[in-house]
């Protein structure tokens, strides 16, 4: 079912051509998914701040401890001993909410309007950011706070990628997918680098605000989603991608009232208007079970899992660590770590310009998830023998690592969804994007948990828990890697073939 156009699209209506919405739409969810990221960045910012070494820091004229605290500059209750397991407490309230969202919210995400759903989100989204950061206002030191607040917040997070993949899948079809995705995938990268550099104005002060502007700003967004979001080509008389319709062989026949333009929005509406309940009358959502039947989903969940393991330690913990090792403020390391966002930038634009030029989406992750694991190693060692070094090795372990994920939670995930075992039902696409990303949220969930229990034996124990997350990512992609070389093969002979001829 069509959802009610966009009151602020009407006046745009006169220069409807198709590559022009193309772009707004492509420009429209960048945004949207960039202030999602960036609401979600400053808590990793903002750790540094909560508890650090008190006795390099000048004392306010107005406090008063005792000579022997050195907790005193802390934010309660993370000026305990253990604060590196309530801190990764409060991550993992977010991440084990946003994975078990996830896998509900593709569901929800196909029957219901984008427009209006993604806009509920990012409202609720700036509302529980904003929370967190008035937790230093008014002065709260509980810990239930906190962990309450990320848990909502987590939830209302899981709007966001389902929707803006399924409407970007309503868009543009499989040709070019992988770059056109890659580019707009870097709003993640651009998303964490803002969230950082906003969070570092006020982390020295009042750290609080450091999550409030965010919130804000995910807010406004979400009425500017409502008002200008188009979900469907169709909404504003463009002409959809190739998967709305029907697959290749029924193309042919033009006679096919099927093939006729406006023919899958036709019979939308028919059926809406007739209460009709008939499988003909349009395609039906697709069952998570079914979704989990459609070739390569689960190879790809599971290295997801393992990808953004990776992905997600370094987003959460690569502040502190830097902080702790390097022995740089807190706004220094949080601007230093975003070098590994502008990295993932270049990573998530070449793994999708690859993929595209010999059509192997596996074979490319897997090709960048070898390499990263030996510069993740050499990172660890020299990587901060000198800030040229640093700054160098964060750009490619960025590329590498966050490469493969963002090749997989676009462009796989649209080209899934839009598989030809699907026979041009496009309804498929959110429950897939969110079964890809729900499995890789359970990674994301399960790294910074085990970076902040396995960091107080040392960060080398971190890095190679990485490590070893990164093989185990490869390792999953073998058969399709397998898949893909006989593919090649086959076309080569088949070039080879005609040459002859």
């Not at 080209?415 to 890809?436: P, R």
């Amino acid at each position: 079912m069509r959802s009610s156009l966009a009151p602020g699209v009407w006046f745009l209506r006169a220069f409807s051509r198709d590559s022009w919405f193309r772009g707004f739409i492509l420009l429209m969810t960048f945004l949207i998914y960039t202030t999602y990221h960036m609401s979600r960045k400053p808590i990793s910012v903002v750790k540094s701040r909560l508890h650090q070494n008190c006795s390099g820091i000048i004392e306010p004229v107005n406090e008063s401890h005792s000579l022997n605290d050195t907790t005193w500059c802390n934010w309660a209750p993370f000026d305990q001993s253990n604060y590196k397991e309530l801190l990764g407490a409060v991550d993992n309230a977010f991440l084990v909410a946003y994975a078990i969202g996830m896998f509900i919210s593709g569901i929800f995400g196909e029957r219901l309007p984008l427009r209006y759903y993604l806009s509920a989100g990012m409202l609720l989204s700036g509302l529980f950011t904003s929370l967190f950061g008035l937790g230093y206002f008014w002065n709260i030191h509980v810990l239930w706070y906190f962990v309450l607040i990320q848990i909502c917040n987590g939830l209302v997070q899981t709007t966001g990628w389902p929707s803006v993949v399924t409407c970007v899948g309503n868009w543009f079809g499989k040709g070019k997918r992988g770059l056109i995705m890659g580019i707009w995938n870097s709003h993640t990268s651009v998303g964490n680098i803002l969230g950082s550099l906003v969070a570092g104005v006020w982390v020295d002060g009042q750290w609080g605000l450091s999550f409030v502007v965010p919130g804000i700003v995910i807010a406004i967004m979400g009425l500017v989603t409502f008002f200008f979001l188009v979900e469907y080509p169709e909404d504003v008389d463009c002409t959809p991608p190739q998967h709305h319709g029907e697959p290749e062989e029924n193309l042919d026949n033009p006679e096919d009232p099927a093939n006729r333009p406006h023919a899958n929005k036709e019979s939308s509406l028919e059926s809406a208007g007739s209460g009709s309940k008939e499988p003909s009358a349009g395609p039906a959502a697709i069952s998570f079970f079914g979704a989990l039947r459609i070739p390569g989903v689960i190879e790809f969940s599971l290295c997801l899992l393992f990808a953004k393991l990776v992905s997600y330690t370094f987003l959460y913990w690569l502040p502190l660590y830097i902080f702790n090792v390097v022995h740089f403020s807190a706004k220094e390391a949080g601007d230093l770590s975003t070098l590994f966002d502008v990295g993932g930038i270049i990573g998530g634009i070449l793994a999708g310009l690859v993929s595209d030029y010999t059509n192997g989406r596996a074979t490319t992750c897997c090709v960048m998830l070898i390499l990263a694991a030996p510069m993740m190693f050499l990172y660890n060692y020299v990587g901060q023998n000198g800030i040229s070094i640093s700054i160098v090795m964060l750009i490619i372990c960025g590329a590498l690592v966050n490469g493969p994920y963002a090749l997989i939670t676009t462009a796989v995930s649209a080209d899934l969804g839009t598989h030809k075992s699907l026979k041009g039902n496009a309804k498929a696409l959110s429950t897939v994007t969110a079964i890809i990303d729900g499995t890789g949220s359970i990674g994301a969930a399960l790294g910074p948990l085990l970076a902040g229990l396995i960091s107080p034996t040392g960060w080398n124990n971190v890095f190679y828990m990485l490590i070893s997350a990164d093989i185990l990512a490869c390792l999953l992609l073998c058969r399709l890697v397998y898949k893909e070389i006989l593919a090649w093969r086959s076309s080569l002979r088949r070039d080879k073939g005609y040459r002859e001829m």
